[in-house]
């Protein structure tokens, strides 16, 4: 089974300034992806990033990066030149890659994060 | 424009009804899947199908049942065997092959 471990419940950052909200998982499977989604008080769940496991370089969207650290099977999400639409419940989620099959999604628990103006 | 809808936004239901929330999705996309979200507990999966007839328990589906009759419709009943059934329930979809999930806006069930 797949755990995803989000440690941090809460974070605050000042607007325009960088934050980086971690994420850890535990697995024995070698194909995988993992994503972090956002969830606005709108409570709209909305995808931020995806990563490939067999992918060495890690995953950029504009403002949103991620630093993947396969070995330590760490995910960490950074967020540049913060916003304050950025003000939102974020999540750490893995799938494994099965094939011919879905998988599940397995999320952490979440971190709310708070942007400052 | 294609979406996943759910319905209502907001539930109300005394304890020991059963209720059904619908899921219908337009993206013509062959699973789907139901998570209950509770403070502080994340997104759990409830159940997931993915192809008509045919699904499959999550991690918490005791109290739970639903239907996949149809490729774009997968209705969560919530029966009063659920002890805890006030939570948020979101719905979401996924085209076959490991690709991301695309989810609804969410219920709110309230049961007293």
């Given at each position: 089974?797949?755990?995803?471990?989000?440690?941090?419940?809460?974070?605050?950052?000042?607007?325009?300034?960088?934050?980086?909200?971690?994420?850890?998982?535990?697995?024995?499977?070698?194909?995988?992806?993992?994503?972090?989604y956002k969830q606005p008080p709108s409570r709209q769940m909305i995808l931020v990033?995806?990563?490939?496991a067999y992918k060495q370089q890690n995953a950029t969207e504009n403002r949103f990066s991620v630093n993947f650290q396969k070995a330590a099977k760490s995910f960490s999400l950074k967020i540049s030149d913060s916003q304050l639409g950025d003000t939102a419940m974020y999540f750490c989620?893995?799938?494994?890659?099965?094939?011919?099959?879905?998988?599940?999604?397995?999320?952490?628990?979440?971190?709310?994060?708070?942007?400052?103006? | 424009d294609g979406g996943i809808t759910q319905s209502p936004k907001y539930l109300f239901r005394k304890e020991g009804q059963n209720v059904t929330l619908s899921c219908e999705q337009n993206l013509n996309h062959d699973a789907m899947y139901w998570y209950r979200q509770d403070?502080?507990?994340g997104l759990r999966l409830i159940y997931y199908s993915q192809i008509v007839n045919d699904f499959q328990k999550g991690d918490i589906a005791e109290g739970y049942s639903?239907?996949?009759?149809?490729?774009?419709?997968?209705?969560?009943?919530?029966?009063?065997?659920?002890?805890?059934p006030t939570a948020?329930?979101?719905?979401?979809?996924?085209?076959?092959?490991?690709?991301?999930?695309h989810f609804g806006n969410g219920t709110r069930l309230t049961v007293t």
């Open positions: 089974a797949q755990t995803v471990t989000q440690s941090q419940p809460e974070m605050s950052v000042q607007e325009a300034e960088t934050v980086t909200l971690s994420c850890t998982y535990d697995t024995s499977e070698n194909n995988y992806y993992l994503f972090w990033i995806r990563q490939e989620a893995f799938m494994a890659v099965y094939t011919g099959a879905n998988s599940k999604l397995t999320f952490g628990k979440g971190i709310t994060l708070s942007v400052r103006p | 403070p502080g507990q639903v239907s996949r009759e149809k490729k774009e419709s997968f209705p969560l009943t919530v029966t009063s065997a659920q002890k805890n948020f329930y979101l719905c979401a979809s996924s085209i076959m092959g490991n690709s991301p999930l």
